[in-house]
């Protein structure tokens, strides 16, 4: 099976979560890949699927939701068909998470020190008394005061502080992969520069591959190397931020683009018409069709392949027969 990226190659992924309203189609045959060292954003509107495909890529879906169907090739091994404790022993060392909220993410009852000594402990397999020296480290790498901090519980930091701390617990294992899901959304926006800022220098530093998971698209021009774009469970379009920005194809990812505001732009932003289907009875077909301006019969009765049309450039859609069979006005 030759693979599309070296480190992570997610393919047909299929995730469901079972509710009183009926069963959720969550992710309806994600595909993504990333290279070591690589930067990838994944961007959509609220609801998409994109916390959920981070969740399925650490298999964190729990009871009432499953993997249903795919691959999650991470580092030569699918991860779908490993038992829990190989799972215990990739997570929090070969791949990390920050997620949105970090002080739930926190333990309230230890102290800051004893939860990132955790990590590396586990990763290394010493004693947890043993790590102190590397927490010390690590805590003055993304910026704080080590002494205070090591020995503080979480509700004494505040909500930067917080979110240094698991970038550092993140960083900390020296993970091969680093998923972060929105890491400022949670934080005063004259904090998120500097956290956007440390974890790219970090990232840099330490050669991780990020995938960010963000609504901002000035983040992902700024940070990433290759963009997914999913709409309600679906991948639609994948390419290098560059070409993604220079010339997006999915009639989705343009309705995104357009939305941003710019610094000099005066016209008025345009809104998608519509809203985000209810994944208990999405729409079948292309499940973007009912809000596409240029939706044809087969995009309501069949859902489009996703293919590469250009070099590196895949896009989910009829309005592309094949490769390099570009329709101008699409």
């Not at 974890?199 to 963009?227: P, Q, S, Y």
């Amino acid at each position: 099976m030759e693979l599309r990226g070296k480190l992570l190659d997610v393919s047909n992924l299929k995730v469901s979560f079972y509710t009183y309203r009926g069963v959720v189609k969550a992710l309806n045959g994600v595909e993504l890949w990333m290279d070591s060292g690589e930067r990838l954003g994944v961007v959509g509107e609220t609801g998409c699927g994109k916390s959920v495909t981070s969740l399925a890529v650490m298999r964190l879906i729990e009871q009432p939701g499953e993997i249903q169907e795919g691959k999650i090739i991470f580092n030569g091994r699918n991860l779908v068909e490993l038992s829990e404790e190989k799972m215990n022993n990739i997570r929090g060392v070969e791949m990390s998470m920050i997620f949105q909220e970090p002080r739930s993410s926190l333990n309230p009852v230890m102290k800051v020190g004893y939860q990132i000594g955790e990590a590396i402990a586990k990763s290394k397999k010493i004693r947890i008394k043993n790590t102190y020296p590397e927490v010390k480290e690590m805590l003055r790498l993304v910026g704080l005061d080590a002494e205070r901090v090591m020995n503080s519980y979480p509700h004494e930091l505040s909500g930067g502080m917080s979110q240094r701390v698991m970038i550092g617990m993140a960083l900390a294992t020296h993970p091969k992969l680093l998923i972060a899901d929105e890491p400022t959304s949670a934080l005063d926006v004259t904090i998120q520069a500097q956290i956007l800022e440390l974890l790219d220098e970090l990232a840099r530093k330490m050669g991780n591959a990020v995938m960010l998971i963000t609504h901002d698209m000035g983040v992902v021009a700024e940070f990433c190397d290759k963009v997914l774009v999913m709409y309600a469970g679906n991948s639609v379009e994948y390419a290098s931020t560059v070409r993604l920005f220079e010339k997006p194809l999915h009639p989705y990812t343009g309705g995104l683009l357009q939305a941003v505001p710019r610094v000099g732009r005066t016209d008025e932003l345009k809104a998608i018409k519509g809203t985000v289907p209810d994944l208990v009875n999405p729409p079948s077909g292309c499940r973007f069709h009912p809000r596409c301006p240029y939706a044809m019969d087969i995009c309501k009765a069949e859902r489009p392949p996703f293919v590469e049309i250009e070099p590196d450039h895949y896009v989910a859609c009829y309005l592309f027969k094949g490769k390099n069979e570009v329709r101008e006005d699409g």
